[in-house]
């Protein structure tokens, strides 16, 4: 059973700084595309950034990200990592993980992430 764990999530002010965590079990993460979504209330969940390339190499990032996030991934760790920095209100949302290939496509429980004064 593959289970991903998110954690790293938590509240804090505008310009400020946290490093999320997603920690694959039950599969091997190489196997995957990885990316990172989020959903705030009445939003739909949208792409955040992504790894779309099996060594890392090959990124994508939302507008609104772009400079300030970045994603990568420890394969020997089995971890993929959002590090968000110059945080602002309207990054505030849950964050979830997610592992997609051609047959597959899980999902986290998601981590809460609220940027506010």
């Given at each position: ?69 970045t ?36 999902w ?10």
């Amino acid at each position: 059973q593959v289970q991903l764990v998110e954690s790293g999530g938590g509240l804090v002010q505008p310009g400020g700084s946290l490093r999320l965590s997603c920690a694959v079990s039950g599969s091997t993460l190489s196997m995957y595309a990885t990316g990172w979504y989020r959903q705030a209330p009445g939003n739909q969940r949208e792409l955040v950034a992504s790894i779309t390339s099996v060594t890392g190499s090959r990124t994508n990032y939302a507008d609104s990200v772009k400079g300030r996030f970045t994603i990568s991934r420890d394969n020997a760790k089995n971890t993929v990592y959002l590090q968000m920095n110059s945080l602002k209100p309207e990054d505030t949302a849950v964050y979830y993980c997610n592992l997609v290939n051609s047959r597959y496509n899980y999902w986290g429980q998601g981590t809460q992430v609220t940027v506010s004064s």
